[in-house]
């Protein structure tokens, strides 16, 4: 029976049901809990953690995939807590955001040594909490090109990938040839990588969206929610029509199985204000309205939001 790694245990695909693929519950840079600025205690990062979470539910949300590395707030116990407490499915992940918030112990680990960490964390567990991750996180350093540290990481990802049947993610779908020449060195099909970010504001016009596709990859428009509107917006804000004629372009010319969605948004961010009244729950209240606006059936949000997360979460061996 096809099967996902929760935080809480494998639980069947069917199971999953509607997938906010591209999310987190807090993330922050290496050292971001010692921040006395944004320090927050654990109280009160589960006051501003659970509503966001049990509204998600009530709106219909079945899965919740932190992408949240290694080495950037991921909290595998307090992830079993809100799961437990909201009813949320939560899938952790193993892996990094970049080559460049990788702390030196992992930064000089060798290839090997980095995939059988992440098989370790999607087997047996990460630390000593039982929860095994669901996804394997890998990203593009800052400066858009391939550091060799994320090249080590991409192959070792790859490898991993291989040996468990869990699924990759990646940040930013820029230098995509580089990722690519690695995946179909190490013999992984691109059906099991999610290329993401492909519609935020800065790489948008430099992501080969269209090509990826072609190659067979899976594709990521996952900043839905970071808009120029908004009163204080991100740097990597983006037009809102403009990224919804894009999204809908790309469905449009007939890759409606290989296209996933979600908002990116973090639920208590760490180290940083975040982005205000930005949250998960922008899928309910703005996106799925959108595309119903835009002449969108419910079988496209099914497949969109149901049937592409659980093929691609499931795991395959």
Known sequence: MPRVNTVLGPIPTEELGLVAVHEHIGYGMPGSELDTRWWKSPEE?????????????????????????????????????????????????TGFVGGDTALPFFARASV??????????????????????????????RGGRMTDLDKRIYRAAAKAALATGVPVLTHLAIDAENAIAIFTEEGLPLDRVLFGHVDDGVNADKTR???????????GFDTFGYETELPDPPFWA????????????????????????????????????????????????????????????????????????????????
């Open 45 to 93: 990062r589960y006051d501003e953690t659970v509503p966001k979470l049990r509204q998600f539910h009530e709106y219909g949300g079945g899965t919740f995939v932190d992408a949240t590395g290694i080495c950037n707030g991921r909290d595998v116990n307090y992830y079993q807590s809100l799961s437990a407490k909201t009813g949320v499915h939560i899938v952790a992940s």
């Open 112 to 141: 090997d040594y980095l995939a059988a960490h992440f098989i370790h964390e999607i087997t047996v567990g990460i630390g000593t909490t039982g929860g095994r991750a669901g996804i394997i996180k890998v990203g593009v350093s």
């Open 209 to 219: 969206d269209t090509w990826i596709a072609d190659q067979g990859g899976r594709i």
């Open 238 to 317: 983006r037009p809102r029509r403009q990224r919804l004629e894009h999204f809908l372009r790309f469905i449009g010319e007939g890759r409606l199985h290989q296209v996933l969605a979600s908002a990116d948004a973090n639920c208590s961010p760490l180290g940083w204000p975040g982005v205000k009244g930005h949250t998960v729950n922008y899928i309910f209240e703005d996106l799925i309205p959108d595309l119903r606006a835009a002449g969108l059936d419910e079988a496209a949000i099914t497949t969109i939001f149901v049937d592409n997360p659980a093929s691609f979460l499931s795991i395959t061996n």
